[in-house]
């Protein structure tokens, strides 16, 4: 049994939920893309709901400790809510979806070789994560970080001063 938190009107709310704000795509091939997500990132489906009509209406998988909850854009039940993929959108996106994972550096190259594309290689960064940028192949845009160290406010401050940021 999932474990459960009280949230303040008293609905339980599972744990895998607690403490986020949980991210939901559309993509164009839902499967492909759970497929891509499990070479590329390591992730774990979790469960997936068929839509009547074919494709995926609603899928769960988990990269990391992350829950990412993705669907088809083009069934029936997602096009009526209005929601669309990045490429209907001209291949732009305006959402960024971070990660903290234990080794940034592997993961770049499992995703770069699975076809991810690698937009900012791994790098040590000013706020104290090793960090890549890389586009999937629907088009959504991933920060994949790995803590190096704990960076104060004035120090991060600092550091963005000499970066000329």
């Known amino acids: 049994m ?5 949230g303040t009107d008293g609905v339980e709310i599972p ?5 986020a704000v949980v991210p939901h795509i559309m993509v164009d091939d839902a499967a492909a893309a759970i ?5 590329a990132f390591g992730a774990r489906e979790d469960f997936r709901v ?4 074919g494709g995926i209406l609603h899928a769960e998988i988990t990269v990391g400790r992350s829950v990412l909850m993705l669907g ?5 039940e997602a ?6 993929a990045p490429a209907t959108l001209g291949g732009g996106t305006s959402v960024t979806l971070h990660v903290f994972v234990p080794d ?20 040590d960064m000013f706020h104290g994560d090793r960090t890549v ?3 999937d192949p629907s088009g959504h845009i991933w920060v994949f970080l790995t803590h190096l160290e704990d960076v104060s406010e004035e120090e991060l401050r600092r550091r963005l001063a000499a970066a000329a940021w």
């Not at 068929?50 to 009509?53: C, E, I, V």
């Open 79 to 84: 096009e009526a809510g209005s929601f669309t």
């Open 133 to 135: 940028v890389l586009k």
């Open 50 to 53: 068929d839509a009547p009509n």
């Open 35 to 39: 497929d891509f997500y499990g070479r």
């Open 104 to 123: 940034v550096d592997g993961l770049a190259q499992r995703a770069e070789a699975a076809g991810a594309e690698i937009l900012q290689p791994p790098t």
């Open 72 to 76: 088809d854009a083009s069934t029936d």
């Open 15 to 19: 744990d895998r939920y607690r403490y």
């Open 2 to 6: 999932a474990e459960h938190t009280a």
